[in-house]
């Protein structure tokens, strides 16, 4: 019997998150802004255990394109989404592959024996949420992992590639590779800025990379974040996102489509072969009450999109699933989804 090919191939850092409500003290504590996304420094090197003694946790599997990865594997059938990032060999690991199992995604890990898996900080204050990675084992990542017999034929079946811009940190050079193969053998490649971080200190990676981007996927502020730092003097997002799509493009047989989101507002979709006309599509809006914790949100807005997309939808349609699903993970803790299945498409 031969084995699933998964339309949708999802690489990032593989991570589990560490969550606490109420955080104001520890945002002062640590020198943490109540809505950003960063990478561990020397002065945070405490919070994880901090966290875990001091605190009421809650532990939910995280990593930007694999909370995608479980959204999209959540919308689609069984053997869809196989998500791949080095772990430890670890109770971390075991975490993750158990979160994976309940959303119907296929993990392929890359294992780490003697190194811990990464984790993150999460500080949720009011609506707002402060990520603090650390990605131990995550940014120990080889590129031999792509070509070896387990993963290779995955990496050959897929139709459609997604990238979290949390990988470029390490692994620019691995994602690049991937990305070429795919616009060289005309598949989808997908990427997702992540954090408004990453266009501002590896807008280097970040513009190699681009090229070979079929969709890119942002919010509000890593649009401009990634303005800032290409020097485009307006914070107007449909400016941006025209912008972004007319960028140049390595195989020219598609356009390329820039979809930026922004909260509760509406999201703005701009395709590369009609960049003067923005597509809007408005969000629903939850009420404060309705809303138990945005972490994850943006994920599962791709993950929603990434869905429809495999199943060939239209792209107003994709984003559509990606509000649905967006909205769904907010009246949850973490980048959790509802069970029984809702059928979002």
């Known amino acids: 019997m031969s084995s699933p090919t998964y339309p949708l191939f999802c690489m990032g850092n593989p991570l589990l998150d560490i969550q606490v409500f109420n955080g104001e003290e520890l945002l002062k504590k640590y020198d943490l802004k109540a809505n950003d996304a960063i990478l561990a420094e020397e002065k945070h090197a405490s919070l994880y255990d901090d966290l875990v003694k001091n605190h009421q946790v809650t532990y939910v599997a995280g990593g930007a394109a694999q909370n995608a990865a479980r959204g999209a594997a959540y919308v689609l059938p069984p053997n869809s989404v196989v998500y791949t990032g080095c772990v430890g060999d670890d109770d971390l690991a075991e975490q993750l592959r158990a979160a994976n199992r309940r959303e119907g995604l296929t993990d392929a890990y890359l294992v780490r024996k003697g190194d811990k898996t990464g984790a993150c900080g ?12 650390t990605l131990r084992a995550a940014e120990k990542f080889e590129s031999s992992h792509l070509s070896s017999p387990e993963v290779a ?5 897929a139709k459609v590639f997604y990238l979290e811009g949390y990988f470029l940190t390490h692994g620019s050079e691995i ?16 990427l997702n800025l992540s954090a408004p971080f990453i266009p501002q200190f590896f807008g280097v990676q970040l513009q190699q990379i681009i090229p070979y981007c079929d969709i890119i996927i942002c919010n509000e502020s890593e649009a401009e974040s990634w303005a800032s730092a290409t020097g485009l003097p307006h914070k107007d997002l449909d ?9 140049p493009k390595a195989n020219p ?3 390329r489509v820039v979809i930026i989101t ?10 590369s072969d009609d960049a003067e006309n923005a597509l809007v599509v408005p969000v629903l809006a939850l009420s404060d009450a309705e809303i138990v914790d945005t972490n994850g949100a943006g994920d599962a807005f791709a993950g929603g999109f990434l869905g429809a997309y495999v199943a060939g939808k239209a792209l107003s349609e994709c984003v559509d699933a990606g509000h649905k699903l967006g909205s769904m993970c907010v009246q949850q803790i973490g980048p959790q989804y509802k069970w029984p299945k809702v059928n979002i498409l």
């Not at 034929?153 to 079946?157: F, H, Q, R």
């Not at 994602?175 to 997908?190: Q, R, T």
């Open 122 to 133: 999460v500080i949720i204050t009011g609506h707002n949420r402060s990520l603090v990675t």
């Open 175 to 190: 994602a690049l590779e991937l990305s070429k193969k795919a616009s060289e053998a005309s598949k989808i490649f997908v």
């Open 262 to 271: 922004h909260g509760p507002k509406a999201t703005t979709v701009v395709s």
């Open 253 to 255: 047989a598609r356009p």
């Open 153 to 157: 034929p995955l990496v050959e079946a």
């Open 239 to 247: 400016a941006i996102a025209k912008a972004l799509a007319t960028q």
